[in-house]
């Protein structure tokens, strides 16, 4: 099976709109929601569909876009796959970017999330999706792009800043990504 293009809503709900209020710090992921539908437009989701193998069996695969801003926002706080994991049951902001808000069990698993970015780094995906981030913050100005590379840039989650390698934050798959 294919994975299915990602389609979340463009306008904030009333429930986005209060959560997106509350957040003072943290505002990345309210950048990341308000420009997800441009980060992931359908040319770029259709390119990060291409790592997965076509298959008639098995579930059909998570959206790799929702997968894809996990990641981003993974480098960006330093957290391990087990805390994404939690992060999108627990944490509003996680629920608030990836779609998920009032989530009682999570969008994905943390051997989906480290299968998609192994595919991500095999196909040289990973620096494609640092630089639409960047650019896209950059262009918009709604988020700081010299704060967001450098945090990405240096990021070990997949392969970039000293050691490398999730492994490094407790995950299991140890990963030799060219974010550096």
Same mark, same amino acid.
């Given at each position: 099976m294919r994975p299915?293009? &990602?389609?979340?809503?463009?306008e904030p709900s009333?429930? +986005? #709109?209060?959560? =997106?209020?509350a957040v003072r710090r943290a505002r990345l992921f309210v %950048?990341?929601?308000?420009?997800r539908h441009e980060l992931f437009d359908e040319a770029f989701q259709a390119e990060l569909a291409k790592t997965y193998v076509d298959s008639p069996k098995g579930q059909p695969p998570v959206p790799p876009a929702r997968l894809a801003l996990a990641t981003i926002l993974q480098a960006y706080t330093?957290?391990?796959?087990?805390e994404v =994991?939690?992060? $999108?049951?627990?944490?509003?902001? &996680? #629920?608030?970017? !990836?779609?998920? !808000?009032?989530? +009682?069990a999570p969008p994905f698993s943390k051997g989906t999330l480290v299968g998609f970015r192994k595919r991500l780094i095999e196909k040289n995906l990973d620096r494609a999706?640092?630089?639409?981030t960047v650019a896209l913050a950059?262009? $918009?100005?709604? %988020?700081?792009?010299?704060?967001?590379?450098?945090?990405?840039d240096s990021s070990p989650?997949?392969?970039?800043?000293?050691?490398?390698?999730?492994? #490094?934050?407790?995950?299991t798959t140890p990963c030799a990504g060219p974010w550096a």
């Open positions: 299915v293009v &990602w389609r979340p809503p463009a009333d429930a +986005e #709109q209060a959560v =997106i209020k %950048f990341l929601r308000e420009h330093g957290v391990s796959d087990d =994991i939690e992060a $999108t049951v627990m944490d509003r902001r &996680w #629920q608030l970017a !990836l779609d998920c !808000l009032d989530a +009682e999706l640092v630089e639409r950059a262009a $918009t100005k709604g %988020f700081g792009a010299r704060a967001l590379r450098a945090a990405l989650v997949v392969g970039g800043g000293p050691g490398g390698g999730d492994d #490094q934050l407790g995950g």
